[in-house]
């Protein structure tokens, strides 16, 4: 387990350009924690993200949907049937509550896209899905699509009730 942590820290360092102490900061394993270690977007924007990555997955499940992405080859041969797949009955109530909070978070952020600002860029209800839930690396994308992206997370911030925290750490960079 050594070898792999120590492979995974110098890929992380190598490919971000950070230092062996940073190349440890959990935040650089997915598009939107790498977003917020640069100090793209605040730790709440972060921590909504990640809530409405979690429940974007729930509602795939409960849906028996696959997956977006399976994060290892086990989880590909899981999807695709190969071996062990879980046919896991779901309480009603429980599917009920995961859709409603779905379409809650969906509503919000097509919200989000009619009283966005900037004019330009694209949509953040386009944006925040494409980095929380397809792991699009934002890095590269101009001014006005990480500001529609941060209005998006701000909405999903105001859905969940995510408390300001100043204490929250936004960036190690």
């Not at 062996?20 to 959990?26: G, I, W």
């Not at 270690?37 to 509602?59: C, H, P, S, V, W």
């Not at 949907?65 to 590909?76: D, K, Q, R």
Request: aromatic share 6%.
């Amino acid at each position: 387990m050594r070898e792999v942590t120590a492979t995974v820290l110098d890929a992380r360092q190598r490919q971000y350009g950070v230092t062996a102490r940073q190349a440890k900061d959990e935040r650089l394993g997915s598009a939107i924690g790498r977003l917020a270690f640069a100090g793209k977007i605040t730790a709440e924007q972060l921590a909504a993200a990640e809530l409405y990555g979690d429940l974007m997955a729930r509602n795939r499940a409960v849906m028996g949907l696959p997956p977006i992405h399976p994060h290892s080859a086990t989880g590909l041969l899981l999807d695709e049937g190969i071996f062990g797949r879980s046919l896991t009955e779901y309480d009603p109530d429980y599917v009920e509550k995961i859709r409603k909070r779905a379409a809650a978070a969906i509503l919000m952020l097509r919200t989000a896209d009619h009283d966005a600002i900037a004019a330009t860029g694209r949509r953040p209800s386009m944006l925040v899905h494409a980095v929380v839930c397809y792991e699009v690396d934002a890095a590269g994308w101009g001014d006005a699509d990480l500001r529609n992206l941060a209005h998006g997370l701000e909405g999903l911030v105001t859905l969940f009730g995510i408390n300001r925290d100043s204490s929250l750490p936004v960036s190690s960079a």
